[in-house]
């Protein structure tokens, strides 16, 4: 079965500090994973995702991750942080089963100091 | 206007109330899904639907039910809402190319 971990419940940087939000997945085959984000109030937004290729993916907003196959992680990437990316993220597993279900990891708060 | 729309926005009631929740989408999709939110516990799969006539458990459905009623329109329902219930509930479609998912704006409901 799938599953998805987020080691950091809650991270804080300063505005301008570069950003990195841990990631790690079980599944058996190659998984398609996802990273959303929650803005105060809002719904999920997806930020990237990673299906095949290359496995540096860029997304939405300056944000990318990294398919690390060998340590079955996806870590979020940010080289400098915005005061407007104060939010919660999610982190999220899918796989073509006959369930075609996607897990969620439990999601990191961040927090930016201005 | 949003793609997908939930209705209400919040909510409260007491327990032992019938509550529906509403969603509605303008993206064409025909998978549609309800998830609860809590904190610490990410989202967790209520229920889905892969086509009007297709409904399948999640990992939560105890205490939920849902209706299909078109392509377009997917309804919770809590037939006798409790407090543990209180939760932000969202709405989200899908895509059958690797099940990408767009989310609505969610419902926060609380239960007395």
């Known amino acids: 079965a799938q599953s998805v971990t987020q080691p950091d419940i809650h991270i804080t940087v300063s505005e301008g500090a570069s950003l990195e939000l841990r990631c790690n997945y079980s599944y058996g085959a190659t998984p398609y994973l996802f990273w959303y984000v929650q803005s105060p109030g809002q719904g999920l937004q997806l930020l990237l995702k990673y299906f095949s290729g290359d496995t540096l993916v860029q997304g939405i907003k300056g944000f990318e991750a990294e398919f690390k196959r060998s340590q079955s992680s996806f870590n979020l990437r940010k080289p400098s942080v915005h005061w407007s990316d104060a939010a919660e993220y999610f982190c999220?597993?899918?796989?073509?089963?006959?369930?075609?279900?996607?897990?969620f990891g439990p999601g990191t708060s961040l927090s930016v100091i201005p | 206007d949003a793609d997908v729309t939930q209705t209400p926005r919040n909510r409260i009631t007491k327990t032992g109330k019938r509550i529906m929740l509403e969603c509605s989408q303008t993206?064409?999709?025909?998978?549609m899904y309800w998830y609860r939110q809590d904190p610490g516990l990410g989202l967790r799969l209520i229920y889905y639907s892969f086509d009007v006539k297709d409904i399948n458990k999640g990992e939560i459905s105890d205490g939920y039910s849902v209706s299909r009623q078109a392509q377009a329109k997917f309804s919770l329902s809590l037939e006798s809402a409790i407090p543990n219930q209180t939760a932000l509930y969202f709405c989200?479609?899908?895509?059958?190319?690797?099940?990408?998912?767009?989310f609505g704006p969610g419902t926060r409901l609380t239960v007395l």
């Open positions: 999220a597993v899918g796989a073509e089963t006959s369930y075609d279900k996607v897990i």
């Open positions: 993206k064409g999709h025909d998978r």
């Open positions: 989200a479609t899908g895509t059958p190319a690797y099940n990408e998912q767009f």
